[in-house]
T-cell receptor, first 115, second 113 residues
Framework: SQTIHQWPATLVQPVGSPLSLECTVE??????LYWYRQAAGRGLQLLFY??????ISSEVPQNLSASRPQDRQFILSSKKLLLSDSGFYLC??????????????FGSGTRLTVV | KNQVEQSPQSLIILEGKNCTLQ??????????LRWYKQDTGRGPVSLTI?????NTKSNGRYTATLDADTKQSSLHITASQLSDSASYIC????????????FGTGTRLTIIP
């Protein structure tokens, strides 16, 4: 069965420090991978998506970057965190092949607080 | 601009009662509509997925309806349980230029004993 792992669950980082959040998927190959951010009282916002190794698309300009060094690994990074980077970050995957009806499976999320 | 609006913003009901959550959308071209349940501090979990041609879909005590003409969907929860307390998020997908999801802000449902 397919599973998605996301860590850490919570993170408190000072302003200006670097960030690395990791997401891995098991039980599937060639997934589409996504990073979302959920701010309080707002819908999920797509930050990055990837359709393959080394292929990253950014949805919004921001202080963050993403990388996909392996087929089932997706990393969200920042060189210097801002206070506005605080939020709940969710990784998700979806089977690439077929129609758009397939489901998105989300990880358990990382609560990032920048202080 | 693609938008998804959910109502009510929050809802409190007694255990055992039924409730209905609403979702209105302006997403084009419409591909499908999903309902997710999100427990506090956790990732969303899929409840239902409906395409243009589907009017209703059930998943246990959850029943989703879709009216593609009026661009409305509802999620009906029957015989609520304490474990139903969560945020329920409506997500609408557009297909072009590629599949893109638009998320509602969710309805926060609290079930009280």
């Amino acid at each position: 069965s397919q599973t998605i792992h996301q860590w850490p669950a919570t993170l408190v980082q000072p302003v200006g420090s670097p960030l690395s959040l990791e997401c891995t998927v098991e039980g599937t190959s060639n997934p589409n991978l996504y990073w979302y951010r959920q701010a309080a009282g707002r819908g999920l916002q797509l930050l990055f998506y990837s359709v393959g190794i080394g292929q990253i698309s950014s949805e919004v300009p921001q202080n963050l970057s993403a990388s996909r060094p392996q087929d089932r690994q997706f990393i969200l990074s920042s060189k210097k965190l801002l206070l506005s980077d605080s939020g709940f970050y969710l990784c998700a995957w979806k089977i690439r092949a077929g129609t758009g009806v397939g489901g998105y499976t989300f990880g358990s999320g990382t609560r990032l607080t920048v202080v | 601009k693609n938008q998804v609006e959910q109502s009510p913003q929050s809802l409190i009901i007694l255990e055992g009662k039924n409730c209905t959550l609403q979702c209105n959308y302006t997403v084009s071209p419409f591909s499908n509509l999903r309902w997710y349940k999100q427990d506090t501090g956790r990732g969303p979990v899929s409840l239902t997925i409906m395409t243009f041609s589907e009017n209703t879909k059930s998943n246990g005590r959850y029943t989703a309806t879709l009216d593609a003409d009026t661009k409305q969907s509802s999620l009906h929860i029957t015989a609520s349980q304490l474990s139903d307390s969560a945020s329920y998020i409506c997500v609408v997908s557009a297909l072009r230029p590629r599949e893109k999801l638009t998320f509602g802000t969710g309805t926060r449902l609290t079930i009280i004993p």
